[in-house]
DNA sequence: GCTCTATTTATGCAAGCGTATAAATACTCG
DNA sequence: CGAGTATTTATACGCTTGCATAAATAGAGC
């Protein structure tokens, strides 16, 4: 007869909020390490120092956690940006400049961030629920753009309509979009700063109106 | 004693570069439909009429196989917009003009496009073959576009430093890519032609000349 | 028409995946 | 302090995956 010593992993009960966020963070961890395909649920377990098992305990499935890492990610990001808002001044275009030079700088133009933001995106298509999530992200975001547009406007006694700030909000989200991305691709080839001015000159074009200077209208 | 009678799958030998083109062909079949999750051998095999074991014969590994996909994609959507240009009469401005609406409608804004790329762009971080294979894309297309920015600025007697079109193109290159972005992702919530249009006016309103009318300069 | 080989099929394996479930345990509340 | 429960661990099952390999065969070249 033999005598088998087994020990179990000793474990800690953390509130419901905590856990889920642990979860979330690994998951993060796991994409912007090896991309979604390294998100396993053993690995996620693995960093949140915790058994697969419990995986299933706060999310009924893989993609339920996926998805919320998704949310994560795009809150995180909108929420830094909106930080840049809150330490601005009061000009609406100081405002706009700072909610642009903040998309397009750290910490926001990040790799890993379009790690995360890809592995996410080519899902969109397949799985209706995140497109769903994605679709909400995104018009909030425009929607965010489409008011400090039109305040900036205002404030230089341009025409501010909605089907004009409309066009704006598309035209200037995809500024920002476009090289947040290439910045995120291929940072390196690019000077400190360059994109972020870049982005602030093509966004004065598109608007007609000077966003640093206290001049104004064309 | 029992006879069995087995019938193998009948087939046909075919060239090489045929059997690449269908497996490719049958890859990017596979990744459209249900993401680059859902392009495993098995299905891909299946899809190009062939067994599974044919694609290591041609691919050593699955990844090359994945990548030959990434850059026929890239190819095939580079190709697209030089047709466009190919058609197009020899004002420089209205080179630049069906260039760029060329990228932004069909069939290049696609979300079965948007699909491909996202899925490869999040394997970029990890993988740096497939990033070298990005940036070259990447560049290519932006020095195809400083190009045609060049010639349109000339035409109309504008300055044309490379310093300027350098700025030019990295702007004007996110507008694109934003807006095909926006476009693949919820193309449905924009009108027809709308984002081409948001285009071209923004892109006018950098480069502060008409890529429409035979006007010019400011 | 025979032979030879490049191409293709068929089969199997080991690893890793997500999920299910039962047993153990840390904490809560009386 | 003791019982009960919510939380966590542990284990295992059934699938799928990419990859390897042996056997078969279509078609080219003599």
Redesign the pocket.
């Given at each position: 007869m033999t005598t088998e010593i087994?020990?179990?992993?000793?474990?800690?009960?953390?509130?419901?909020d905590k856990?889920r966020e642990d979860l979330i963070a690994a998951t993060l961890e796991c994409v912007a390490e090896r991309g979604l395909a390294?998100?396993?649920?053993?690995?996620i377990?693995l960093r949140a120092?915790?058994?697969?098992?419990?995986?299933?305990?706060?999310?009924?499935?893989?993609?339920e956690l996926i998805g919320a890492a998704y949310r994560a990610v795009m809150n995180r990001m909108t929420v830094q940006a909106s930080d840049a808002l809150k330490s601005a001044n009061d000009d609406p275009r100081a405002r706009l400049y700072a909610f642009v030079t903040a998309n397009l700088g750290q910490p926001i133009m990040d790799p890993h961030n379009l790690s995360l933001w890809a592995g996410f995106i080519a899902l969109v298509h397949a799985d209706p629920a995140m497109a769903a999530a994605h679709r909400d992200g995104y018009l909030g975001f425009r929607d965010e753009l489409e008011m400090l547009i039109r305040d900036a406007l205002l404030a230089v006694g341009a025409p501010a309509e909605s089907r004009h700030t409309r066009r704006h909000a598309i035209a200037i989200n995809a500024i920002i979009d476009g090289l947040w991305l290439e910045g995120c691709l291929a940072g390196d080839i690019f000077a400190d700063g360059e994109l972020a001015e870049t982005g602030i000159t093509a966004i004065e074009a598109v608007l007609g109106i000077s966003l640093k200077a206290e001049g104004g209208a064309p």
């Open positions: 087994v020990t179990r992993k000793s474990f800690r009960r953390e509130g419901e856990r390294g998100a396993t649920v053993r690995e377990a120092d915790v058994t697969a098992g419990l995986i299933r305990y706060y999310f009924p499935t893989k993609d």
